[in-house]
C-alpha cells in the first residue's frame, strides 16, 4: 500500500465524508497512484474544470454528478481491494464526496413558488478515460470473453464493457489473483510508467415537459414529417411548425421531441379540442415558462403555420412532468373520438334509410389493415366497436355522416369497406355504393383524469361538398 495515493489510502479506512476536501487534495503529485490513476490525486483540477462548465449552463438551481471510470481503473481498484483485504470507500465514491463538500456555486433567477419552473435538475458528468493496455494482464479466457463482447457489440473499450469481465474476477482461484496483484502491484510494476486518467466534463439538465392540444386546420398538412420513396409530401408539418415556433420563443433549449396522441391523415382536419400532443424541451437552460410566454408560443404556432398556408393552433398549454409523455401515447388507445365526413351513396337514400343507419349503437367491426397502409402497419384484422351513427342527409345522394367510435377505427375503410377488408361497413349497411369526400375529426375524449381540468373549446365544422 505504500505506492497509493493518500486518498486511496484513506479510502481503506472508510473515514467520515467530510474527511475529502478539495483543499487537502491540492498538494503536488509526486507519484502516479497505481490505483486510481491520478483520478484522486487532481481533484482541485477536475473542481475547476466542473465551475467552468457550469458557468455554460445558464441558471442552476440544484445539481448531481455522474461519474463513469475506464476499465482499468475499475479493475485495479479489484484487484487492491484483494491486496488489502478490506472494505473500503470506492474511488466514485470518494470522488463524489469531494464533488459534494466542494461547495460550488450555484446561480438562479428563477422564483421557485412559480408554477412554471421547467428547468430541471443539472446533471455534471464526469467520464474519465484511460488505456486498456491492463486488459493484457487478464487470464487468457477473460481476454477471449471481451474480445467476443466487441465482436457482437462493436463498441470501443469503455467502462460498461468491462463489466462481464469485472464480475468475473470474482470467479478467479486463488493463484490467478496472486498473478494479477503482482502484475499490478510488484515493484517492477510500479517502476513502469502509469498515464494519467484523462477528463471530459459534460452538463445535462433534466428535461421539461409541456402538454396541450392542437388544431390542424386545412387538408394539406401531415401531422409528421412526411417521406415516401425518399421524396417529402408536403412543405411542413405540424410537428415542424411546433417545433420551430419553440425555437423561436425558447431559444435556449438544446433539441425538442414531439409526441402525438394517434395522428390524422394529412387530407383530414383536426377540429374542436384538439389532439393531445407534448412535447420534450431537452437540456433547457431556462428555468421558469411564465404563461405569458406559453401565449406568445401559442401565436406563434398560429403565424408560422398560416403563413405557410396551414392553419395550427395549440391550446391548453402547461407545464408538466415525464408522465406527461407516458399519458399522452397511453391515450392514444384509450380515447375515443368523433368524426363528421362528407358521404356520397350511389343511390338515393330514403328517410328509412337514415333512420336505419341513425339507430345503430355499439357496432362491432372487423377491419383488415387497409391497403393505403400495408407498407406501413402489420397485416392484423382488428375489432373496433362503432358506439353510435348520426346520417343528415344534405340530398338523397350525399350526406354528413357523424360517427363515434373507439381509438383506432379507420374511418375512411369504414365508410367505403376497403374491398371488403372492413366489415360490416357503411355500404353494406345500406345495400349500395359508398365513398368518402372529406373527413374532419370533432374531438378526442380520453379516459377520466387523462386529460386535467381544461375547458374543451369548440370550433364549427363547416362542410365544403
Not at 15 to 23: A, F, M, T
Not at 24 to 46: F, W
Amino acid at each position: 500500500m505504500d505506492s497509493f495515493c493518500v486518498w486511496c489510502k484513506h479510502r481503506q479506512k472508510k473515514p467520515s465524508w467530510r474527511v475529502y476536501l478539495v483543499e487537502e487534495s491540492s498538494k503536488e503529485i509526486v507519484s502516479q497512484c497505481p490505483v486510481c490513476l491520478g483520478v484522486l490525486q487532481r481533484v482541485h483540477t477536475y473542481i475547476i474544470a466542473v465551475r467552468e462548465a457550469l458557468t455554460k449552463c445558464g441558471n442552476v438551481t440544484s445539481l448531481r454528478y455522474s461519474v463513469s471510470l475506464p476499465g482499468a481503473i475499475i479493475i485495479r481498484e479489484k484487484v487492491a481491494g484483494w491486496m488489502t483485504g478490506t472494505e473500503s470507500h470506492s474511488i466514485k465514491q470518494a470522488l463524489k464526496a469531494f464533488l459534494d463538500n466542494s461547495s460550488l456555486s450555484l446561480t438562479s433567477t428563477a422564483d421557485s413558488n412559480q408554477n412554471n419552473v421547467v428547468g430541471g435538475e443539472l446533471e455534471i458528468q464526469l467520464k474519465f478515460e484511460a488505456s486498456d493496455i491492463d486488459l493484457q494482464k487478464l487470464p487468457s479466457r477473460l481476454r477471449e470473453s471481451k474480445g467476443e463482447y466487441h465482436r457482437k457489440k462493436k463498441k470501443r473499450t469503455n467502462a460498461s464493457s468491462f463489466s462481464s469481465v469485472v464480475d468475473s474476477l470474482d470467479l478467479l482461484r486463488s493463484e490467478e489473483r496472486h498473478a494479477l496483484i503482482d502484475a499490478f502491484f510488484s515493484s517492477k510494476a510500479l517502476d513502469a510508467k502509469l498515464e494519467p486518467a484523462s477528463l471530459t466534463v459534460n452538463c445535462i439538465r433534466d428535461s421539461a415537459f409541456v402538454v396541450g392540444r392542437y388544431r390542424k386546420l386545412s387538408r394539406v398538412m401531415p401531422q409528421t414529417r412526411w417521406i415516401l420513396d425518399g421524396k417529402r409530401k408536403g412543405t411542413s408539418s405540424v410537428e415542424e411548425v411546433i417545433e420551430s415556433a419553440v425555437k423561436e420563443q425558447f431559444a435556449e433549449i438544446g433539441a425538442v421531441k414531439f409526441l402525438a396522441s394517434g395522428r390524422e391523415d394529412h387530407n383530414v382536419r383536426m377540429l374542436g379540442s384538439g389532439r393531445p400532443f407534448a412535447l420534450e424541451l431537452i437540456d433547457p437552460k431556462i428555468l421558469s415558462v411564465p404563461q405569458f410566454s406559453l401565449e406568445i408560443f401559442a401565436k406563434a404556432v398560429e403565424r408560422v403555420s398560416t403563413n405557410l398556408g396551414a392553419p395550427v393552433q395549440v391550446l391548453h398549454l402547461r407545464i408538466a412532468d415525464k408522465n406527461a409523455l407516458k399519458q399522452v401515447d397511453a391515450a392514444a388507445e384509450t380515447k375515443s373520438k368523433i368524426y363528421s365526413c362528407v358521404v356520397w351513396f350511389q343511390r338515393p337514400l330514403s328517410p328509412s334509410d337514415v333512420e336505419k343507419i341513425n339507430s345503430i349503437k355499439d357496432l362491432l367491426i372487423e377491419q383488415s389493415t387497409p391497403v393505403r397502409v400495408m407498407h406501413s402497419r402489420s397485416l392484423l384484422v382488428r375489432k373496433r366497436n362503432v358506439h353510435t351513427l348520426h346520417l343528415t342527409l344534405l340530398n338523397p345522394h350525399f350526406g354528413v355522416l357523424t360517427i363515434s367510435t373507439a381509438a383506432g377505427t379507420y374511418i375512411k375503410e369504414f365508410v367505403h369497406g376497403d374491398f371488403g377488408r372492413t366489415y360490416p361497413n357503411l355500404g353494406s349497411l345500406l345495400t349500395t355504393r359508398a365513398d368518402i369526400l372529406q373527413l374532419d375529426v370533432l374531438d378526442i375524449a380520453l379516459e377520466d383524469g387523462a386529460e386535467g381540468e381544461e375547458e374543451k373549446e369548440k370550433v364549427s365544422c363547416d362542410i365544403v361538398v
